[in-house]
């Protein structure tokens, strides 16, 4: 992969990569079947609050009983309350979710955080979720798309060690433009 972070065990990028322990304060798990509905409101609100989203882009993030079955989805809740906080969807192992997810790698979309559990470490814990399953699973790369104009998850991103993969940016017909992100991690064995 071009331009994109390595992350080993010694490397500053994963120093930045563990960052504080925010998962002390939540518990990330697959998503329950009660779970959905609430699931599904909290993207709504997670997206609508900062973007414009049209009622197209409002049907996908409603529809998280398809991602549920058809791929992992992931909550994190609060570890003494059991509120939830935040959810991100990735791939089942070996499978891709996104176009721009290549084989090999793990890719995930649709991270978001209730407004409420902002600045929490939410996005930052689920994010490094994703990247320890990829390590587990022995994926190269972590990728995933983020709209243009979500500047607040790219900073994450960035602070994470991700770096935009200008090959695979896309835009569409419409003029939106999705950007591509990614990092590749250290082989399993590997230095």
């Known amino acids: 992969m ?18 504080p322990d925010p998962a002390a304060a939540l518990t990330i798990r697959r998503i329950a079947p009660e779970e959905l509905e609430p699931t599904a ?7 609508g609050s900062d973007y414009s989203i049209d009622e197209r882009y409002r049907q996908v993030l409603l529809d998280v009983r398809t ?8 909550v994190a809740v609060d570890a003494e309350d059991g509120s939830l906080l935040g959810t991100v969807t990735t791939g089942r192992p070996g499978e891709l979710i996104t176009p721009i997810g290549r084989p ?4 995930f ?3 978001g955080v209730a407004p409420s559990a902002r600045r929490r470490g939410v996005g930052r814990a689920l994010t490094q979720h994703v990247l320890r399953l990829a390590w587990e699973r022995g994926a190269s790369a972590v990728v995933m798309n983020s709209g243009g104009q979500m500047h607040p998850a790219h ?15 896309r835009v569409s017909g419409d003029g939106h433009v999705s950007l591509a992100f990614g990092i590749t ?7």
Do not use: I, N
Not at 2 to 19: D, K, L, Y
Not at 67 to 74: G, P, S, Y
């Open 41 to 47: 409101a909290l993207l709504v609100d997670a997206y």
């Open 155 to 169: 900073r994450l991103y960035e602070s994470l060690g991700f770096e935009v993969l200008t090959e695979r940016v």
């Open 185 to 191: 991690l250290p082989q399993p064995g590997r230095p």
């Open 109 to 111: 979309r649709l991270l």
């Open 67 to 74: 991602r549920a079955r058809d791929h992992e989805t992931w």
């Open 104 to 107: 090999g790698e793990l890719d």
């Open 2 to 19: 071009t331009g994109v972070a390595v992350v080993g065990a010694h490397s500053p990028s994963a120093a930045r990569a563990a960052g």
